[in-house]
């Protein structure tokens, strides 16, 4: 699986000035996303808020699917504080990389963040494009087997559960998994289910 390259400078930094917004442009607040092509260069950094505002810059993401030895899936329950599909059912870890980290830091940092585990072995997966209407994402797949003592962050998730394969298929028509999840488990559940 690639990783991230980055310019040995910082990358500028978008919104660039154009016709529509001449002249020096603000720096914009907050954490900073690097913006990448398809095979992992980085070119630029912005905020996460812009990647999602309709610019549709492609910018990296990690995801950590974590499997145990009787093949079920652990899933994380979305916050109801989140302001993207609150309350639905999500991977296990899932976050933004920031500028600057590579895509395995990024993992440690979520999984940290998200579930309080830091020592596990990172199983690469695969890495690919996911579109939506508000975003572009490079989305880095990690695999964990199993069953670490789970301490989920209250502001992050609001609930998590182990799932048999049968019964995240039969929740595929009910309208609680993200959207993301439910492509994404189908490009990887054979990979998955072999590591067993």
């Not at 980055?6 to 913006?35: H, N, T």
């Amino acid at each position: 699986m690639m990783d991230l390259l980055y310019p040995a400078e910082p990358a500028p930094l978008y919104p660039r000035p154009s016709i529509q917004r001449p002249g020096k442009q603000p720096v914009p607040k907050g954490e900073k996303v690097p913006l990448v092509e398809p095979s992992g260069l980085v070119y630029g950094q912005a905020t996460r808020e812009w990647c999602h505002g309709g610019s549709k810059a492609l910018h990296p993401v990690v995801h950590l699917h974590i499997i145990d030895r009787f093949g079920r899936i652990y899933l994380q329950k979305r916050s109801l504080t989140k302001d993207f599909l609150p309350g639905y059912w999500d991977t296990a870890v899932g976050g933004h990389i920031t500028y600057g980290e590579q895509a395995e830091e990024a993992l440690y940092r979520e999984a940290a963040e998200e579930l309080g585990i830091q020592a596990f072995n990172a199983i690469p997966i695969e890495s690919y494009i996911y579109e939506t209407d508000r975003e572009r994402e490079l989305i880095f797949v990690y695999a964990m087997i199993g069953h670490p003592n789970l301490d989920p962050d209250n502001g992050e998730v609001s609930e998590g559960k182990w799932w048999s394969v049968e019964e995240l298929e039969s929740a595929w028509e009910k309208d609680i998994l993200t959207p993301n999840l439910r492509s994404e488990f189908l490009r990887v559940k054979d990979r998955l289910l072999s590591l067993l």
